[in-house]
Structures are given as structure tokens and as C-alpha cells.
């Protein structure tokens, strides 16, 4: 299933996902927030009820984008923004992994230190 | 998201004993399990082999950084590198940092990784694949295998 994501987001698969850097930004958390609990949004509506520009807004969903966290989705005329959980679940995956494997060196040091 | 992992624990064993656990390249090989062919230098290549049962085929390979004595030890590295065929040299690496601070039943570590939104994705799915009875599941081996034959 996670290959999937990797076509999607279509560019060099080698190059990292930028999650991290995409999701650092206090703009950029709230899109992800209003698009991951809810329907596709335009740019209009999701400018509409933010102090912010639609420029500032259609850059912000750019870094989204690249990082694939959102897709945009054809409408008509229109162009949706769809939230797509698998970069983070990916990237949450990931670390889970790391970090179990240092739980287990960690355990192992504390009986070699404590012995 | 943070983009890191940090790890504290309070080891009941002097502040000397745990920096040399970490610093001593022999003592380091023996509990992180892998072989490595010399001392710890900071600045060099330190290089060795993974001796985990099943992951032997698997170099170890970290630039030391820092060697602060009783208080922090780093190197860099590549998480996961575990596929002999790929050359992980090119990506940008992640930094181990081991901090000691003394504290009154012993030694407090704090353990952190950082830097992993430079990791490919698609080497963060590879981990993925080969997490499929990995590390996990030998690690259950060995404890049963212990816990059977104490």
C-alpha cells in the first residue's frame, strides 16, 4: 500500500519527502487540520474565515503538495484540495521503528552497565 | 511531528561506568552488538560489523563527532542501512547524540536522533519490508531462547 503514495507523489522518489519541514509551520498544520477532518476544499474556501491572503494560502498548500500530505483533485472548474494521511503514517511508521530499535539497544546497555 | 527521537533513561551504574559502556569501542560492541575494528575517534570513520544474529552480512559504519568527557558522546550515521547493495553514503545522515548528566542513584542518559526528514522516502519504506520478521521478531527469538534456557 505504501508504494502507492510514491507514484502518486510522482517527482524523484529518492529525493525525502520534506513531512517534517511541510507540517513545521503553525499556516500549514491548520490546512492540514481543516482538510484531514473534513470534504476537499478550494483555495476560496479555505482562504475564507483566515486572515490570510489566497496567495499566502495557495503557497502554503504548494510545500503540502510537494511533501504529498495534499492532493489537488479536478472539480469542474475548480480545484479541490484532498488530505492524504499516508506521507505522515509513513514517516510515523518509520520512526516507530527506529525507536523500538534503540528501546531494545538501550535495554541491553542497562543490563550491561548495571550488572 | 517532531523530527527527532529522544530517549531518557536512569541507569543505576556510575557516571564512569556508562561512559565507558558508550566509549570504549569493545565495551560499545558488545551491548549496541556489532564488531568494530578500532577506537572511537572523533572526526574519523569508525567501522565495524553488525553482529546481530541474521544482520551479520550488515557493515557498521558512523563518523564520530563529539567525545566530551562523562557528558556527550554523537556520531553520525545511517538509520537502517541495512541493504549491502545500496550505497546510503550520498544521503544526508542522522545524528546520535548520548548525553550523561550524574545523578543521585546513578546516571541519567538522554539519548536523542535527529535529522529524519532527510531520509529518502523510499528508504523508509525499505525499512518498512524488511521490519517484516526483522529486528522485532529476533529480538522475541533470542528472548525466548533465553527464557527457556536461563
Redesign the interface.
Known sequence: M??KS?NR?GGN?????????A??DETRLSLVARLSAGPPCSISQLTGGSRLTRQAISKHLRVLEHAGIVHGVRAGRQKLFEFDPR??Q??????D??????????A???????K | MNDRIEKRIELKAPLSRVWRALTDYREFGAWFRVKLDGPFVPGEVSRGHITYPGYEHVKWEAVLQKLEPERLFSFTWHPYAVDPKTDYSKETPTLVEFKLEKTAGGTLLVLTESGFDKIPSDRRLEAFRRNDGGWTEQMQNVESHVAQKP
Not at chain 1, 509513513?90 to 520512526?95: I, M, N, Q, W
Open positions: 505504501w508504494h510514491r507523489r522518489p529518492n529525493a525525502p519527502a520534506p513531512v517534517f519541514a507540517l513545521g506521507p505522515m509513513e514517516v510515523r511508521g518509520y520512526l521503528l527506529v525507536s523500538e530499535q534503540w528501546d531494545q539497544a538501550l541491553r546497555l542497562r543490563l550491561f552497565v548495571e
